[in-house]
C-alpha cells in the first residue's frame, strides 16, 4: 500500500543540524511532487518545503529559507530534508507529504526537538 | 503576502449540529483550496480538495464551498467521529489555516 515513512528526528542544541529523510513505498516516487509540513506542540500546520518530482523546482517557507535543504533520490524513493543552524522554534513533528497541493498521502511523522 | 484567516478558532456543538467553518483570504486564491480534519496525535486527513470536491471515503456530511477569498467547510450533521481539529489549506500560496477546534458542547 502507499505509505510514507519519516526518520531522523530527534534531540539537536540550537545552532546544530539534523537530516529528516522520508521513504516511500507503494507508489511511483518519481511522479509526484514531495513536501514537508511541520507542526510544532500544540500548533497549527505549517508548510515547509516542497520539490518538484524531478528536484528542479523548490519552494520554501520564508521561516527556514536558507537554513533548511530539500532533497530527493529518486532512485532510492527517498526525500530528505537538511536542517542547519536550528533554532527552538524548529521544535516540531516533521511530516513527509505526497504532492504540493492537496495533500492526501502523509508519513507517520519524526519529532524533532530543538533545546539546550 | 496572501494571509488564511480560520474562524471560529474553537466552537463548541452538539452531535446533530449543523457548524460551518470560514477560511479567509488576503486576496482572491481561486479555488485551490482544500480542508483536512485532524485527531488528536493523528496525521491530518484530507476532506475536501479544489474547494469543493469530497475526497473518496469521505462521509457527505461534509461540504466545501466558496470563491475568491471566502471559503467554507459544513458539516450537515455532526457526528461523534467529527469531534476533531480542522485546517484550511491554500496550495497556490502553501499556507494552511490557524484551524478550527470542533468541541462537544
Known amino acids: 500500500q502507499v505509505q510514507l515513512v519519516e526518520s531522523g528526528g530527534g534531540l539537536v542544541k540550537p545552532g546544530g543540524s539534523l537530516r529528516l529523510s522520508c521513504a516511500a513505498s507503494?507508489?511511483?516516487?518519481?511522479?509526484?511532487?514531495m513536501s514537508w509540513i511541520r507542526q510544532a506542540p500544540g500548533k497549527g500546520l505549517e508548510w515547509v518545503s516542497y520539490?518538484?518530482?524531478?528536484?528542479?523546482?523548490?519552494y520554501y517557507a520564508d521561516s527556514v529559507k536558507g537554513r533548511f535543504t530539500i532533497s530527493r533520490d529518486n532512485a532510492k524513493n527517498s526525500l530528505y530534508l537538511q536542517m542547519n543552524s536550528l533554532r527552538a522554534e524548529d521544535t516540531a513533528v516533521y511530516y513527509c507529504?505526497?504532492?504540493?497541493?492537496?495533500?492526501?498521502?502523509w508519513g507517520q511523522g519524526t519529532l524533532v526537538t530543538v533545546s539546550s | 503576502d496572501i494571509q488564511m484567516t480560520q474562524s471560529p478558532s474553537t466552537l463548541s456543538a452538539s452531535v446533530g449540529d449543523r457548524v460551518t467553518i470560514t477560511c479567509r483570504a488576503s486576496?482572491?486564491?481561486?479555488?485551490?483550496l482544500a480542508w483536512y480534519q485532524q485527531k488528536p496525535g493523528k496525521v491530518p486527513k484530507l476532506l475536501i480538495y479544489?474547494?469543493?470536491s469530497l475526497e473518496s471515503g469521505v462521509p457527505s456530511r461534509f461540504s466545501g464551498s466558496g470563491s475568491g477569498a471566502e471559503f467554507t467547510l459544513t458539516i450537515s450533521s455532526l457526528q461523534p467521529d467529527d469531534f476533531a481539529t480542522y485546517y484550511c489549506?491554500?496550495?497556490?500560496?502553501?499556507?494552511f489555516g490557524g484551524g478550527t477546534k470542533v468541541e462537544i458542547k
Open positions: 507529504a505526497r504532492g504540493a497541493g492537496s495533500l492526501l498521502v
Open positions: 507503494g507508489f511511483t516516487f518519481s511522479d509526484y511532487y
Open positions: 520539490i518538484s518530482s524531478s528536484g528542479s523546482t523548490i
Open positions: 486576496q482572491s486564491i481561486s479555488n485551490w
Open positions: 479544489k474547494t469543493s
Open positions: 489549506q491554500q496550495y497556490n500560496s502553501y499556507l
